[in-house]
């Protein structure tokens, strides 16, 4: 279904969200960036032989932190599930050279080639010599090609809801995050209860009509529309991640609650 909207699900995004959607992917990136930056070590700032960076707290923080290493010396590991086309990859990119972790490696994780395609197109055009370029890769969120504890952050966005087996995705997503390290989670939600019938009338009635429009294939939003009202409230699906073995899991419900970000601590 993915490989068949790839090449028009960016501008589908972004029209079905009516714009929003772009500003719910800087917020996720955001909270990410904040994390990553609260994961450095100003301690190593002498010993560190990677050059400066000249970004926001790099003149306030020690240079490992600045070029985005962790407290151990090693770059900040950063994996974004079902990345899709790349739009968290390239948002987190901006924000961790923008908050002093430039050096970070982000990686691009997702079980569909077409999607991975458009993805590694963008990244070719990155000329930016500060922005880390984020590398794409195939693998199943459910069995994902990484080792245990070896991620200080992982994004996903709009990517649980289509898992097969969630409790088992978020069990992966725990597996691979380092003790300490979070994972911060984009996905569309119950909004507030006054909303609902018109929130739900336009899934299920308005949006498979403009996404044809828009992709030319109806089936593909009449299932958004569907797994979007299936999907659990927020409180419920931080519970979901308390379950799978994090520490913490918080939300904040941008946009009368259409979307939650959350943030789950290992
Ligand atoms: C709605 S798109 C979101 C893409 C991107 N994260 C974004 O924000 O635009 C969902 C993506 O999740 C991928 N996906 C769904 N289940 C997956 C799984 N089990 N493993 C890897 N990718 C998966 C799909 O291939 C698709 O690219």
New binding site residues.
């Given amino acids: 279904m993915?490989a068949r909207v790839a090449r028009r699900y960016d501008f589908a995004?972004l029209l079905l969200s009516g714009g929003f959607s772009k500003h719910w992917?800087a917020r996720l990136a955001d909270s990410a960036a904040k994390s990553a930056a609260g994961s450095g070590s100003p301690a190593l700032s002498t010993t560190s032989a990677v050059p400066p960076v000249h970004h926001g707290r790099c003149a306030t923080t020690g240079a490992a932190e600045a070029a985005g290493a962790t407290a151990a010396g090693a770059p900040l590991s950063v994996a974004d599930?079902?990345?899709?086309?790349g739009?968290?990859a390239f948002a987190l990119a901006e924000r961790l050279a923008a908050t002093g972790s430039a050096g970070a490696r982000i990686t691009g994780?997702?079980?569909?080639e077409p999607?991975l395609a458009i993805a590694r197109e963008r990244a070719q055009s990155i000329s930016h010599p500060t922005l880390p370029v984020p590398h794409f890769a195939l693998?199943?969120?459910?069995d994902l090609p990484l080792p245990d504890a070896s991620q200080d952050i992982v994004t996903i966005?709009?990517?649980v809801r289509?898992?097969q087996d969630r409790a088992r995705?978020l069990r992966e997503i725990f597996r691979v995050l380092k003790p300490g390290g979070s994972a911060h989670i984009l996905e569309f939600s119950q909004p507030r209860r006054w909303l609902r019938p018109f929130y739900y009338f336009y899934l299920r009635a308005l949006l498979p009509l403009i996404a044809r429009a828009a992709t030319g294939d109806k089936s593909a939003y009449q299932y958004l529309g569907a797994s979007i009202s299936a999907f659990p409230d927020a409180p419920a699906f931080a519970a979901e991640l308390r379950a799978a073995g994090f520490a913490t899991a918080t939300f904040t419900r941008p946009t009368l609650g259409i979307v939650a970000i959350h943030k789950a601590v290992k």
């Fill in positions: 993915f995004n992917t599930l079902a990345t899709g086309s739009d968290v994780l997702d079980f569909c999607m693998g199943d969120c459910l966005a709009y990517g289509n898992f995705g």
